[in-house]
């Protein structure tokens, strides 16, 4: 026996309704809002345009200033700085990362020592101390080397408040910073503070051989004993 439709006339009205329908409203979409959408689409576009260019453009601005350093390097390896100074500073100011910025200041202050004019070296290196913009490691450095130069013109109490925070074991620079501190300590007459300080020097496997083994002496001079430390 045949089976009836399972498909009636009144369903099949109600999908055309409900396609006619849906059509409509894709329609009237598209009047009330494809313009919006359009311009959406293109915005994101050139934005994305804008993005990717100016990325390279960093990228090859990024590489030709590592290109100049490396020419700077070459002449002041040679002993022909010429106008090295001058585009230094200007890299300093100028370079498009950290890296490069706090490479230049570097190398500058590196130069003012060459040529004998420290206290360009020391404002250069306190310069890179002070800005914050820049990785702590490489502030850290720079005050390690503008307190080394300074050293002598210093009152011990302010060496050993700078390099409070460094003068630490575990501190990448506990064996420069501590060593200073310990100086200091010893201008202000804390001997056994001092041995006790470079006998942690001596002990700290971390820092260079050279610095841990001239720590043992001093420290054996103020009557610490730390000549245990270098067979650890």
Do not use: H
Request: avoid cysteine; hydrophobic fraction near 45%.
């Amino acid at each position: 026996m045949a089976q009836p439709p399972t498909t009636t006339p009144t369903d099949i009205f109600l999908r055309e309704v409900d396609e006619n329908l849906r059509r409509d409203r894709a329609r009237d979409f598209a009047r009330k809002y494809g313009n919006w959408l359009i311009g959406a689409v293109l915005l994101f576009l050139l934005a994305s345009g804008v993005w990717i260019y100016w990325q390279n453009v960093r990228e090859k601005k990024a590489g030709a200033q590592v290109e100049e350093l490396g020419e700077i390097y070459l002449k002041i390896g040679n002993n022909q700085p010429g106008k090295s100074a001058a585009r230094l500073e200007q890299l300093a100011t100028d370079g498009s990362s950290k890296a490069v910025r706090a490479s230049a200041m570097f190398t500058a202050a590196a130069l003012a020592i060459q040529t004998g004019n420290q206290p360009a070296a020391i404002a250069k290196y306190r310069a890179i101390a002070a800005t914050d913009g820049l990785p702590a490691p490489y502030r850290d450095a720079a005050m390690i080397r503008q307190t080394a130069l300074e050293f002598d013109q210093l009152k011990s109490e302010e060496v050993i408040a700078r390099l409070a925070p460094l003068a630490k074991p575990g501190n990448p620079w506990f064996g420069s910073a501590g060593e200073m501190t310990a100086l200091a300590l010893i201008k202000q007459g804390k001997g056994p503070q001092a041995g006790q300080l470079f006998a942690a020097i001596a002990k700290d496997k971390t820092v260079p051989e050279s610095l841990r083994a001239r720590a043992v002496q001093i420290a054996s001079t103020l009557g610490v004993d730390a000549s245990g430390a270098l067979a650890q």
